[in-house]
Each structure stands twice: as C-alpha cells, then as structure tokens.
C-alpha cells in the first residue's frame, strides 16, 4: 500500500505565503506525476500544479507566477510553495502521485487527505 501525507496549511493573510509539503511511502516502485489539486467550499476539484519525474512543470493559470511547485525524488516528496495569496486560494489541497508499485505493475493515482488553506484578513 502507498500513503501520501501533507503538511503545512494553514490560516494566512492575504499577501502571505505557505509552504505545502507531501511525503508518499510505502510500496513504491516508481513515481511518475506529483502534484496538487485543490477543492474550495461548494466548487469542484481543480489542477494547481503538476511536476515529472524529469521535473517539467505545470501550473493552473490562476497560480502562474505566484505558486512554484518541485520535487524531491530522492525522498518521495513534493512541495508548492505559495506566495502572494489571495482569499480565493482558500481550499483544501490535496496532493497526488501517479505511483507504481512493482516493476511489472501499472501505474496507479494516490492521493492525499488534504490539508485547508485559508487565506485570510
């Protein structure tokens, strides 16, 4: 089985930062896609940020030049390091892998618990 943990949200206040972190263990073979997704009150699940394995990048428009997302192979972690944030970043955020957990496995999608993120004055 994989687990993936987050950590690091919080109460902010607009203009403030946040660091997010995400630890997946377990039986994990390889991972390919790591990223963030996030679900405000009442609003459907939405793509943040998305990083490979060779750590090519993806970001939701609404976060581009405000969020950054990366990656520590070694250690199975991901990370979205948040600045400049808004009321409207307010949501729970999840954190996902796209993991396989033998060499003759598929690929599968884990997610995390989430963590909230609320953004303030």
């Known amino acids: 089985q994989v687990q993936l943990v987050e950590s690091g949200g919080g109460l902010v206040q607009p203009g403030g930062s946040l660091r997010l972190s995400c630890a997946a263990s377990?039986?994990?073979?390889?991972?390919?896609?790591m990223g963030w997704y996030r679900q405000a009150s009442g609003k459907q699940r939405e793509l943040v940020a998305t990083?490979?394995?060779?750590?090519?990048?993806n970001y939701a428009d609404s976060v581009k030049g405000r969020f950054t997302i990366s990656r520590d192979n070694a250690n199975n972690m991901v990370f979205l390091q948040m600045v400049s944030l808004k009321p409207e970043d307010t949501a729970v955020y999840y954190c996902?892998?796209?993991?396989?957990?033998?060499?003759?496995?598929?690929?599968?999608?884990?997610w995390g618990q989430g963590t909230q993120v609320t953004v303030s004055s």
């Open positions: 377990g039986s994990i073979f390889s991972i390919n896609f």
């Open positions: 996902y892998a796209t993991i396989r957990t033998s060499m003759h496995s598929g690929i599968y999608q884990w």
């Open positions: 990083i490979t394995s060779g750590e090519s990048t």
